[in-house]
């Protein structure tokens, strides 16, 4: 028996569209970040991108359970001196609902190179709409 490693050459990518309205961000998050990864297929090789592009829309309209809207803080720091930030996760829905999703999915992804490889395959949209309608992307319906 051998182990069957698949080539860049083989992969065969799909586009598939999400919804987040009423979505948990947590279980939203890890579903893309399988398919993101190719989880979903026989031939997955952990070592190389053999993942989807995966659209999701309606971004604002994830939800989170319990307090977390008011408890949930995103931190970031620019490495200058005094330069740490702390914001709300209220906040993030109000200005840049896109941030929450991507960063969700980001922190489940792996911490290298092919994570950030990975994560541009990601496209995240506030409305409705998106640019991508040219590439057919399917429906993915997320496990709950």
């Known amino acids: 028996?051998?182990?069957?490693?698949?080539?860049?050459?083989?992969v065969d990518r799909k586009w598939w569209v999400v919804d987040a309205t009423d979505q948990p961000l947590g279980r939203l998050a890890s579903n893309i970040a399988s398919v993101l990864r190719g989880k979903h297929k026989p031939s997955f090789t952990p070592h190389m991108d053999a993942g989807d592009f995966v659209i999701v829309v309606n971004?604002?309209?994830v939800k989170l359970t319990g307090d977390k809207l008011q408890k949930?803080?995103?931190?970031?720091?620019?490495g200058a001196p005094g330069g740490f930030k702390e914001r709300p996760y209220a906040w993030i829905m109000d200005n840049r609902p896109e941030l929450a999703v991507q960063k969700a999915v980001r922190g489940m992804?792996?911490?290298?190179?092919?994570?950030?490889?990975?994560?541009?395959?990601?496209?995240v949209y506030t409305g409705?709409?998106?640019p991508h309608s040219a590439q057919q992307?399917?429906?993915l319906t997320i496990r709950l």
């Open 109 to 123: 992804l792996p911490k290298n190179r092919l994570g950030r490889k990975l994560a541009t395959k990601l496209k």
């Open 128 to 130: 409705a709409t998106h």
């Open 72 to 78: 949930k803080l995103y931190r970031s720091h620019s």
């Open 137 to 139: 992307p399917e429906a």
């Open 1 to 10: 028996m051998t182990t069957r490693s698949a080539k860049a050459s083989e």
């Open 59 to 61: 971004a604002e309209r």
